[in-house]
């Protein structure tokens, strides 16, 4: 082989290897962007199952298209407030990250708030994080107009028990009992909403538990009671 032939055969595969190596990096970049798109999605799917009874057109969350779900949060008003009762200026509620939050100290947390509006009624979903009997679990409840009557709630976990603890998911009666539930008492004073061992006493501010769940059954209890509590100085400042 000549001295061309080499120079050509090598400046072919270096060409070569260059188109590979740009193709690659195109298809791992659109990868994961599909799968942050995806996983976007699919966070904002959990968070309306909380207003899923006032969805527009009287539509399910898994009725609505992917566009229809980020139409519907880019036309929601979105805050992130801290501990006090204030709106924290440049911080995107949709990139809080509520791990991480949840292990800070009260005082340095951001947690996000988002306002749904659909035919003339306002609900107000907050996010809480919290512990179950082997691991996170969170959520999100809606609270209508009054900033007291509970609209709706979804639950999640990283790792119960399928059967007893998980079932704060996979059973949909189990959130279902919280609609109507109040988070205020006679007085206005925050109570939260309970999940009590042996079936719901008191129907105004606790729900059943979970038969054979006990621990995850007070996790939920103790996420509602200090996830709520952190927004109360904002529901607050919002009566006023």
Known sequence: MDKNSTNYTFFFVFVLTLIVALVLTGFRQFTEETAKKNEEIFNKRAILLAIQDHLPG???????????????????????????????????????NLEKEAKKDVSKRKMPLF?????????????????????????????????????????????????????IKDNPDFAKQFKGRHILDDNGDFVSVAVRKGGAV?????????????????GVSKMLYEGMEFYEPYLKSLKK
């Open 58 to 96: 009287g539509k399910t969350v898994d009725e609505l298209s992917d566009d229809e779900v980020l139409s519907i949060f880019d036309n929601m008003k979105k805050y992130a407030v801290d501990s006090k009762g204030n709106i924290v200026e440049g911080v995107d509620p949709e990139s809080i």
């Open 115 to 167: 306002v749904y509006e659909n035919e003339g009624k306002k609900f107000y979903i907050l996010a809480v994080r919290g512990k179950g009997l082997w691991d996170d679990i969170w959520g999100s409840i809606a609270l209508e107009e009054d900033l007291n009557t509970v609209a709706g709630a979804t639950f999640d976990h990283k790792g119960e028990t399928p059967g007893l603890g998980a079932e």
């Open 202 to 218: 008191d129907k105004v501010h606790e729900v059943d538990a979970i038969s054979g769940a006990t621990i995850t059954s007070r």
